[in-house]
């Protein structure tokens, strides 16, 4: 079953799912069966490696020791066409439909799509949108692009119909990285009545009430990054 499948049949069986993103930079190759341990007690769904700014070369490394050690899916979540690499399962090929700059609606795609046809990875179109979280983050500077505010859960909602319309297959709303404020859950709830879509929520999610309060919003999907580099959940 490709990972795609199985996320739609967890969203109709009204399972919810979450995901450790690992950012490779933070990644301690010296002390990966330390990590390894800290994924297996965590016992997430799937893990997200990328980001939004990633300066070490240890990005592919950090992929084949995870496809190599651990049985989870490892999906690319990638922040430029660099982070494309066949040793993963999956790629959320992100489309940036909450921002108006072409390279991340079209450009990077473009520049992307020879290595990714030739990849043999699972690709899944996902409309990604920007919501803001009280301070800038590093995929609002890198991105050059402005995020949704958070109060206007109107433009939020239209944007994820427009993504949805156009067919793309997921959508994820994202605070941002260490956000000071995560998505609100009228937003996540709004979306998620409206549109049929597997919805992905990240950024700031600190606490495991504050997962249960996503999940219950309706997202199918929550990514948790710092909390789990800080050493897991506040409560
Ligand atoms: C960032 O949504 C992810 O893309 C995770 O954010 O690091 O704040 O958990 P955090």
Redesign the pocket.
Known sequence: MTLYKFLKKQKQNQRKMWAI?LDPDKVDLHNFEELLEKINISQPDLLLVG?SFISEQKFHKVVKKLKKKCNLPVVL?PGSPAQVFSKADAILLLNLISGRNPEYLIGKHVEAAPVLYQSGLEIIPTGYLLIENGRSTS?EYISNTKPIPRTKIDIALATALAGEMLGLKMLYL??????KKPVPLKMISTISKHCRLPIIV????KTKQRMLKAWAAGADLV?????FEEGGFKD
Do not use: K, M
């Not at 994202?174 to 956000?179: I, K, R, T, Y």
């Not at 990240?202 to 999610?205: A, D, E, L, R, S």
């Not at 990514?223 to 909390?227: D, F, L, R, Y």
């Open positions: 993103l980001g979540f995929v994202e605070a941002g990285s260490g956000a990240g950024g700031g999610i990514v948790v990054g710092t909390a």
